[in-house]
């Protein structure tokens, strides 16, 4: 996502926990879950708000890189691989689990994992079209060349106004 003109969408914390909210809310008609897989690091926090929400207590990561400067998809590499325990918990192919993720873009992510639960539940807060067809739930989609601005990775600053040509 190297270009200069994406659009900006920043997101309180406030907002992200009612959409992470939401997505516990439309994942309750699907389960149940024997436990679920939470895609690091992003999916951290919406994991966390989802487990409590639906009572889930066998919570796994798995441990993806694919953005390595905050700007650029690089190569997408498995730090941590999900632990047997929970594979076996789990039934084949991942059957029973829930994997969150704070965003699917591309996709990349999405697929390596689906690669390894290919009959989990996948879902995310926010998607681009690019990675839409991978997940089976999310709460807001987004336009590929928007880039979203999490809250845990801003500060309160002042922001000029779109008019200025700052997006």
């Known amino acids: 996502m190297s270009d200069e003109r994406q659009k900006a969408f920043p997101v309180s914390w406030d907002q992200f926990h009612r959409d992470a909210r939401a997505l516990a ?9 024997e436990g679920l897989v939470c895609i690091t ?3 951290l926090v919406p994991a966390a708000i989802v ?14 890189a694919s953005y390595h400067d905050y700007k650029n998809q690089g190569e997408t590499l498995v730090l941590k691989p999900i632990a047997q325990s929970v594979l076996d918990a789990a039934g084949e192919g991942g ?5 969150i993720d704070d ?8 697929r390596l994992v689906r690669a390894m ?7 995310t807060v926010y998607a681009k079209p690019l ?11 987004v336009s590929q060349d928007t880039w979203i601005y999490f809250p845990w990775d801003m500060g309160l600053s002042f922001q000029p106004p779109i008019r200025d040509g700052v997006a």
């Open 25 to 33: 809310w439309r994942l309750s008609g699907f389960g149940p879950y």
């Open 41 to 43: 690091r992003g999916g």
């Open 51 to 64: 487990a409590r929400e639906l009572g889930l207590r066998l919570i796994e990561t798995v441990s993806i």
């Open 95 to 99: 059957k029973g689990l829930l994997v």
């Open 103 to 110: 965003l699917v873009d591309t996709g990349s992510t999405a």
């Open 117 to 123: 639960l290919p009959k989990a539940h996948f879902a």
């Open 131 to 141: 990675g839409r067809d991978v997940i089976d739930t999310f709460i807001t989609e």
